[in-house]
T-cell receptor, first 112, second 116 residues
Framework: GESVGLHLPTLSVQEGDNSIINCAYSNSASDYFIWYKQESGKGPQFIIDIRSNMDKRQGQRVTVLLNKTVKHLSLQIAATQPGDSAVYFCAEKEGGSYIPTFGRGTSLIVHP | DTGVSQDPRHKITKRGQNVTFRCDPISEHNRLYWYRQTLGQGPEFLTYFQNEAQLEKSRLLSDRFSAERPKGSFSTLEIQRTEQGDSAMYLC??????????????FGNGTRLTVT
């Protein structure tokens, strides 16, 4: 199937470890941030989002942290599983816009 | 399945031919987006609709590209006189008109276009 992982930053972890995927953004006017997971041959799948009035949000096994001072976003995945192997994209949306802009992505490889 | 549906999944065409892709969004979503993705890159915005109105187009959307959403439901993306550089995954996404003002996009599995 199609691979979207070519030439991407790669994070390799062992099953059961915690994973941290980082994303830097440049637009200080961005007020909404989203993490997506993309498996080979599929479209991006929504994981979790966060608005700029928050600095942390938790979901099931995932946590997003937002540091507006340094314009940095991270996705933490607890107890990483082989099914978490995919490319992860952060996206940002400027206030007043309806169009998310995607970053380049990080390939997560989980070894059993 | 009530997700975003795209057809076809794969299209191989010769340079210079026209192609048309279809997207059926989630039924209660009134915003519909088209993005393009090449290998190793994140999706790049092409255009979006609110209901039947096309509200914004990217500079990436040359005059060979046209998108429609005639009844505010499904959308089509047509590429005329295809070029090898058009080879990419074309992704469709939809979202509701959110309250509060932000809501994630829900993507289909895309149409993979190969221009030979």
């Amino acid at each position: 199937g199609e691979s979207v992982g070519l030439h991407l930053p790669t994070l390799s972890v062992q099953e059961g470890d915690n994973s941290i995927i980082n994303c830097a953004y440049s637009n200080s006017a961005s007020d909404y941030f989203i993490w997506y997971k993309q498996e080979s041959g599929k479209g991006p799948q929504f994981i979790i989002d966060i608005r700029s009035n928050m600095d942390k949000r938790q979901g099931q096994r995932v946590t997003v942290l937002l540091n507006k001072t340094v314009k940095h976003l991270s996705l933490q995945i607890a107890a990483t599983q082989p099914g978490d192997s995919a490319v992860y994209f952060c996206a940002e949306k400027e206030g007043g816009s309806y169009i998310p802009t995607f970053g380049r992505g990080t390939s997560l490889i989980v070894h059993p | 399945d009530t997700g975003v549906s795209q057809d076809p999944r794969h299209k191989i065409t010769k340079r210079g031919q026209n192609v048309t892709f279809r997207c059926d969004p989630i039924s209660e979503h009134n915003r519909l987006y088209w993005y393009r993705q090449t290998l190793g890159q994140g999706p790049e915005f092409l255009t979006y609709f609110q209901n039947e109105a096309q509200l914004e187009k990217s500079r990436l959307l040359s005059d060979r590209f046209s998108a429609e959403r005639p009844k505010g439901s499904f959308s089509t993306l047509e590429i005329q006189r295809t070029e090898q550089g058009d080879s990419a995954m074309y992704l469709c996404a939809s979202s509701p008109t959110p309250t509060p003002s932000s809501s994630p996009l829900h993507f289909g599995n895309g149409t993979r276009l190969t221009v030979t």
